[in-house]
């Protein structure tokens, strides 16, 4: 039998009707695609009703409250940006001579000749430049699973594809580079944070490593589809290209990405389908209005609360980490006196209580509803040994 479907959701008959209701949800607000930070961060969220919404319809959740006193504060600093932006220019110049040299002894780079592309260029700007330089990246992976005598040695900024949540969603490596020598892919990552006597930050270290392992991940069903081999052309050992000290000669570090290929597969499959999330959604719903610039504060913040309330959140203290809607998410925890803000093992413990005042009613005797009774039996054990433990002790008669 058909399940009726709720009053005010809006029903897709297709791809084309998905992508415009997610539009209208998304609003003019502004835009995210996925990337490795994005979904290890979301994957810490799933049980947020408003962070699903806004992964789903790509709002850039760290960028929708610019502008008001809750906007978020994470982000790269532009001396970061500016080195980043440096260190990459220099291992392009002269026919990325630095890069090369660089890769000459770990991946057999001949002295001279290796053919390199660099698939950032050339490319009109518009809507149609990824799908070019998707089919672009997937043209030169074939000549490469083929052995072709000039396939490319490197693809700059290699452009593949994954489905993200029932939807299909392009990625930008940084390289692809080929040890002639097997024949094999390397994935490379080219980071700005320097390595100082042969070691790296490990968490700066351990994020470009996640991000290698999603390209590994994606350049390996690019070569199934091809009909290739993915696990032969594909190595799993990625390549993390850094400066060095506070230079800009660049070093290697390799490493496996096995066990991250591992983790990442679960993280996947745990995203929830958009279609689902779109179609259980309340027609007016629309994240425009948070977004506007021109609007004042209040009404911004009160078109957040207004969509929060109707989709629920789930904040926790990890949120101020994972989520740029944290501060905003932070001041309804503390003007609701939410449980959350105790941290997760209390919280965990309040299932259904929905403030720390109600759990004091409840400690002092009041009636649970059918859902509050598994923790109003623990906060009134807790109540009685408090009073017992606080209540004065008898006066002792002095013979
Ligand atoms: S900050 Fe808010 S929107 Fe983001 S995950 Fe936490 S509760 Fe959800």
Request: aromatic share 4%; with cysteine; charged share 25%.
């Amino acid at each position: 039998m058909r399940q009726a479907r709720p009053p005010g959701v809006v029903q897709m008959a297709d791809d084309a009707g998905l992508e415009q209701r997610l539009n209208e949800i998304r609003g003019n607000s502004p835009r995210r695609t996925p990337d490795v930070r994005v979904l290890a961060s979301f994957a810490q969220n799933t049980t947020c009703r408003l962070a699903t919404l806004g992964f789903a319809a790509g709002v850039d959740f760290d960028r929708l409250l610019t502008g008001t006193r809750l906007q978020a504060v994470f982000g790269l600093s532009p001396f970061s940006i500016l080195r980043g932006l440096t260190f990459e220019k220099s291992l392009r110049k002269d026919d990325y001579f630095l890069t090369r040299e660089l890769l000459r002894e770990p991946l057999g780079f001949p002295a001279s000749g290796a053919r390199i592309v660099n698939l950032r260029e050339g490319f009109p700007a518009g809507n149609g430049r990824m799908p070019a330089r998707l089919k672009a990246t997937s043209g030169l992976i074939s000549e490469i699973i083929q052995g072709k005598n000039n396939a490319a040695r490197l693809i700059d900024g290699a452009v593949l594809t994954g489905n993200i949540g029932g939807l299909p969603a392009f990625f930008e490596a940084d390289a692809l580079a080929v040890d002639g020598r097997a024949n094999e892919i390397r994935v490379a990552e080219v980071k700005s944070f320097p390595k100082v006597d042969d070691r790296v930050d490990p968490d700066q270290l351990g994020a470009a490593l996640d991000q290698a392992a999603l390209y590994v991940m994606l350049a390996r069903e690019a070569v199934a589809n091809l009909g290739g081999d993915p696990l032969l052309s594909v190595s799993d050992r990625a390549l993390v290209i850094t400066p060095r000290n506070v230079g800009l000669s660049p070093t290697l570090s390799e490493q496996r990405v096995s066990a991250r290929l591992t983790r990442l597969g679960r993280v996947l499959a745990g995203i929830p389908n958009a279609r689902d999330v779109a179609a259980a959604t309340p027609a007016d719903i629309s994240f425009g209005p948070v977004a506007n610039e021109t609007a004042d504060e209040r009404t911004r913040l009160d078109s957040l609360h207004s969509i929060a309330d109707r989709v629920g959140t789930a904040y926790s203290p990890n949120c101020l980490s994972t989520c740029g809607n944290a501060r905003f998410c932070r001041e309804r925890a503390v003007c609701g006196g939410s449980p959350a803000l105790t941290g997760s093992t209390v919280a965990r413990l309040l299932p259904e209580v929905i403030s720390l005042g109600r759990a004091d009613l409840l400690a002092r005797g009041a009636t649970p509803t059918p859902a509050e009774v598994p923790a109003a039996t623990l906060l009134k054990t807790a109540g009685r040994l408090i009073d017992e433990v606080l209540s004065p002790a008898p006066a002792r008669s002095i013979a």
